[in-house]
């Protein structure tokens, strides 16, 4: 109507450092006003019966612009460029211009320095000392393997307790997993007395080669008691191990009865080259034990039991032979001391490259096992090579360093699905 006057809305005093909200879809009056972060505003009195929130602490303030930030970084990172500085919410924040909150160097953290490389040359050096220990333990004499193989055994109990006492996991583990444990302690020591036997009666680097055919058994165990898969490939680099082996142990109704390049007579060439498959059996039969278990069980408790039952398995079969002697001189007690320890940093150096580097690098680069095999023999051992030997050597490490590469490039391929 003409006569009458419109009334003026009285406006709202906000005070400074509120925004309002932008309405939502469907155009709602009565939006709450919000304090900006990081302004230092007082705080408003409700609007439209909404109670603002209470103030926030500095570590509050800084979580709830972050997000602000990140957005804030990424718009301006052109009008940096120009010379423009850095505006939208850092221009009215508290915070640091242009200076993202998580990226705020803290009192009293540090970065963690990593070392590219590091876990493949804790392999290389866990190789060079395995390789070492074989080279005394070729040089000890009148001492069976089963001893030595008990020494080692004593070494390792004595390392291994003080970090079972420190890490609580008692002596005997849970109850569903011993008997599992049994069998990995019977069969690793078992593996690592016959891999003893085999490099006092034949070459070393004949030995060598033949235990890194493990990872294709490990293969083969895995598919029969597993059910894991065994492809096509898995196939071929198993004859491709049969194939080196053959090549080492050279049998007489193939290569006829002068076999050139072995130490001592053929049956002890013969001998030790089924001990060494064995003892890559029995390895590979550890790792599929282990891999049943998985990780509900201590590493050092595993260890534990792969000393004590072994211990136990030496001293048994030093009984039944009769084979126990100290050695007559100390040259021989510091290689059996030395043995002992070398063993033992070898393993703790694999296990520290397992645990900062992928398994496939780390089986590949552990292949110069068999490098500094021939090297040692050839220098302190004055042992050649036959061209028999080298080529199953080849044999043997294309076919562990194919499963190696297969398995890994199946865990890379896993993990990426699951990130998509």
């Not at 021989?332 to 320890?341: A, M, T």
Request: aromatic content about 12%; proline content about 6%.
């Amino acid at each position: 109507m003409a006569g009458h006057r419109m009334r003026r809305k009285p406006s709202v005093s906000r005070p400074v450092g509120w925004q309002q909200r932008s309405e939502p879809a469907g155009g709602l009056p009565g939006s709450p006003m919000v304090r900006h972060p990081g302004s230092g505003g007082a705080a408003a009195p409700p609007v439209g019966g909404l109670e603002p929130a209470p103030p926030r602490s500095e570590e509050e303030e800084e979580d709830a612009g972050a997000g602000q930030h990140r957005q804030c970084h990424m718009e301006a990172a052109g009008a940096q460029e120009r010379g423009g500085g850095c505006g939208g919410c850092c221009s009215g924040s508290s915070l640091p211009r242009c200076r993202l909150p998580w990226a705020r160097s803290r009192p009293g953290i540090k970065k963690k320095f990593t070392c590219p490389g590091l876990g493949l040359f804790y392999t290389l050096f866990s190789a060079f000392l395995f390789s070492v220990a074989s080279l005394f333990l070729k040089k000890i004499e009148d001492v069976h393997s089963v001893e030595i193989s008990a020494f080692r055994c004593v070494f390792q109990m004595a390392f291994v307790l003080p970090g079972l006492i420190y890490y609580k996991t008692g002596f005997l583990g849970p109850k569903g997993k011993r008997v599992f444990l049994f069998f990995r302690g019977f069969l690793g020591s078992a593996a690592m007395i016959l891999l003893y036997y085999a490099f006092q009666i034949m070459p070393l680097a004949d030995a060598t080669v033949i235990t890194f055919s493990s990872p294709v058994f490990t293969s083969l165990l895995a598919w029969i008691f597993l059910k894991e898969k065994y492809s096509f490939w898995d196939l071929l680099f198993t004859l491709f191990t049969i194939t080196g082996v053959v090549l080492i142990a050279r049998p007489p109704f193939l290569f006829g009865s002068n076999v050139t390049g072995i130490e001592g007579s053929y049956r002890n060439h013969l001998k030790g080259t089924i001990a060494a498959v064995a003892s890559a059996v029995s390895s590979a039969s550890t790792f599929v034990i282990l891999r049943k278990m998985g990780k509900s069980v201590h590493y050092f408790l595993s260890v534990w039991y792969y000393a004590v039952i072994g211990l136990i398995e030496c001293i048994v079969v030093l009984i039944v032979l009769n084979e126990w002697t100290l050695p007559y001189c100390g040259t021989d007690r510091v290689l059996l001391i030395l043995i002992g320890l070398l063993g033992l940093g070898g393993q703790i150096f694999l296990t520290k490259a397992l645990q900062i580097e992928k398994a496939g690098p780390v089986a590949i680069m552990k292949t110069m096992d068999v490098v500094f095999a021939f090297i040692l023999q050839i220098l302190f051992l004055n042992h050649l090579p036959t061209w028999w030997t080298v080529g199953g050597a080849l044999c043997v490490i294309a076919s562990s360093s194919g499963t190696a590469i297969r398995k890994w490039q199946k865990n890379s391929k896993k993990v990426k699905e699951n990130e998509i």
